[in-house]
């Protein structure tokens, strides 16, 4: 009974990440859609055209956000991989130079 629960633990991890990395889209799309919102009714508010692009500012911003933190944790995961000892053997020599 013990060694089902490991086996699904891992199956279980594997949807887990695949669904944080495909939210990245969708949270793209989300963060401008919510500027945008957000700027027409700033401008229905308000009266002035520019409060809407101010929204669609704010929108990119929040996207080109969350991709930088995507980034970071992508990082942050290859640099573990780093510190592994599986990995050792590997160097970082660039194209063509022989070792």
């Known amino acids: 009974m013990q060694e089902r629960k ?14 944080y990395d495909l939210s990245l889209g969708i949270s793209i799309v989300v963060a401008v859609l ?21 929204g669609v500012f704010w929108g990119v911003g929040g996207a080109i956000l969350n991709i930088y933190k995507a980034y970071r944790k992508q990082v942050k995961a290859f640099e573990e991989y780093a510190e592994d000892p599986r990995y050792k053997n590997y160097s970082q020599s660039k194209p063509g130079e022989d070792e």
């Open 6 to 19: 490991e086996e699904a633990k891992p199956t279980t991890k594997k949807v887990v990440e695949g669904a």
């Open 34 to 54: 919510i500027g945008v919102g957000l700027g027409y009714g700033m401008r229905s508010l308000f009266g002035y055209e520019w409060l809407f692009w101010l």
